[in-house]
């Protein structure tokens, strides 16, 4: 049973409410090093962004997001805990403690950030809801949808972008909502639904996955929203949003000052001022984080600079760096000075 979309607002707005009050009293960064690991909610499930290889490690974007932060805090970017989310559960499980952090293909928003107790410190994926179809449906355009039946997942920014989208569009919509991404690719795989909306990254890494069946499939052109994907934090534990922020920012940086994870320790003795407080040889950046002086060499070492994390993760999928390429080159990725 479809439950009417304003009984979802409403729901979404009292959680919000509940978990707004309810302020984080723990310092997470001790938590971490308490425990020796960082806990880290993924879907798990999506190439490119979370899924494990065949040796049953965790790869892409997102898991390598956690790695940055765990090798700031702990030095080592091995040191992380997934933990699975789903799009209904993943922020109850931030705001209860059960996960440190959140990146998980999770659209920053105004609601989420205003009435759930949380904060978005980076933006790892400038992105957008699309759809998909298959070939043989004969359908080129999403404008051509009226009357189709669309899967779909509840609780996300997708749903809602879905139906604003067929109603300024008079276009007449059946959704199919199921909550598990794989039983809602299953479904749409299977013909239960004539398309398929997500994240477009998401579902190009959902056509990537089909391997010799992926040209069954069409990616259609209208991208109908702003879905900037980032990491996800307790609001209130401003220390540790901090460190999550600029983890991600040393990525950058280090890809502007063409710093990789092989060449890293060769910049150590660079008389550059920028490059010195980089690599923590000058500036006490380290220290105003509460950071080790080297925290940002760290972050190399583990994962690379951000264009060797999008290189390994999403090229792959025949995605197009586009915007989410540096300021430099025309996109939106833009660290502020580390100093």
């Given at each position: 049973?479809?439950?009417?979309?304003?009984?979802?607002?409403?729901a979404?707005?009292?959680?919000?409410v509940?978990?707004?009050?309810?302020?984080?009293?723990?310092?997470?960064?001790?938590?971490i090093r308490?425990?020796?690991?960082?806990?880290?909610?993924?879907?798990?499930?999506?190439?490119?962004?979370?899924?494990?290889?065949?040796?049953?490690?965790?790869?892409?974007?997102?898991?390598?997001?956690?790695?940055?932060?765990?090798?700031?805090?702990l030095?080592?970017?091995?040191?992380?805990?997934?933990v699975?989310?789903?799009?209904?559960?993943?922020f109850?499980?931030?705001?209860?403690?059960?996960?440190?952090?959140l990146?998980?293909?999770?659209?920053?928003?105004?609601?989420?950030?205003?009435?759930?107790?949380?904060?978005?410190?980076?933006?790892?994926?400038?992105?957008?809801?699309?759809?998909?179809?298959?070939?043989?449906?004969?359908?080129?355009?999403?404008?051509?949808?009226?009357?189709?039946?669309?899967?779909?997942?509840?609780?996300?920014?997708?749903?809602?972008?879905?139906?604003?989208?067929?109603?300024?569009?008079?276009?007449?919509?059946?959704?199919?909502?199921?909550?598990?991404?794989?039983?809602?690719?299953?479904?749409?795989?299977?013909?239960?639904?004539?398309?398929f909306?997500?994240?477009?990254?998401?579902?190009?890494?959902?056509?990537?996955?089909?391997g010799?069946?992926?040209?069954?499939?069409?990616?259609?052109?209208?991208?109908?929203?702003?879905?900037?994907l980032?990491a996800?934090?307790?609001?209130?534990?401003?220390?540790?949003?901090?460190?999550?922020?600029?983890?991600?920012?040393?990525?950058?940086?280090?890809?502007?000052m063409?710093?990789?994870?092989?060449?890293?320790?060769?910049?150590a003795?660079?008389q550059?001022?920028d490059?010195?407080?980089?690599?923590?040889?000058?500036?006490?950046?380290g220290?105003?984080?509460?950071?080790?002086?080297?925290?940002?060499?760290?972050?190399?070492?583990?994962?690379?600079?951000f264009?060797e994390?999008?290189?390994?993760?999403?090229?792959?999928?025949?995605?197009?760096?586009?915007?989410?390429?540096?300021?430099?080159?025309?996109?939106?990725?833009?660290?502020?000075?580390?100093?």
């Amino acid at each position: 049973m479809i439950r009417p979309l304003a009984a979802l607002l409403g729901a979404f707005a009292t959680l919000g409410v509940a978990a707004a009050q309810a302020q984080p009293a723990a310092d997470t960064v001790a938590a971490i090093r308490a425990r020796g690991e960082l806990v880290c909610g993924v879907t798990g499930v999506t190439a490119g962004f979370s899924l494990p290889d065949s040796q049953g490690v965790m790869r892409g974007l997102d898991a390598d997001g956690c790695r940055q932060v765990a090798a700031a805090i702990l030095g080592d970017g091995n040191k992380v805990r997934f933990v699975l989310t789903t799009s209904q559960n993943r922020f109850p499980a931030l705001q209860s403690g059960e996960v440190d952090m959140l990146v998980r293909n999770t659209t920053w928003t105004l609601g989420r950030e205003a009435a759930l107790g949380l904060e978005f410190a980076s933006i790892n994926f400038y992105d957008g809801t699309g759809f998909m179809v298959k070939k043989s449906l004969g359908v080129t355009s999403a404008k051509q949808l009226d009357g189709a039946s669309v899967c779909v997942q509840p609780g996300s920014t997708t749903e809602l972008n879905l139906t604003d989208y067929f109603r300024t569009n008079k276009l007449r919509l059946n959704p199919l909502v199921i909550e598990s991404l794989e039983e809602l690719r299953a479904a749409f795989i299977a013909g239960r639904c004539d398309a398929f909306t997500t994240d477009a990254s998401s579902l190009a890494a959902f056509r990537f996955s089909q391997g010799a069946n992926a040209d069954q499939y069409l990616l259609l052109p209208e991208i109908i929203s702003k879905e900037p994907l980032g990491a996800a934090v307790r609001k209130g534990d401003w220390r540790f949003f901090d460190i999550v922020r600029w983890a991600h920012f040393a990525g950058l940086t280090a890809e502007e000052m063409g710093i990789t994870q092989a060449n890293v320790m060769s910049f150590a003795d660079n008389q550059n001022p920028d490059v010195q407080r980089f690599m923590g040889r000058s500036g006490d950046l380290g220290k105003m984080l509460g950071l080790s002086p080297d925290w940002a060499v760290n972050v190399i070492k583990a994962v690379g600079n951000f264009g060797e994390m999008w290189e390994r993760s999403i090229t792959p999928l025949g995605v197009q760096r586009g915007i989410n390429n540096l300021w430099t080159k025309g996109g939106l990725q833009y660290a502020p000075p580390m100093r």
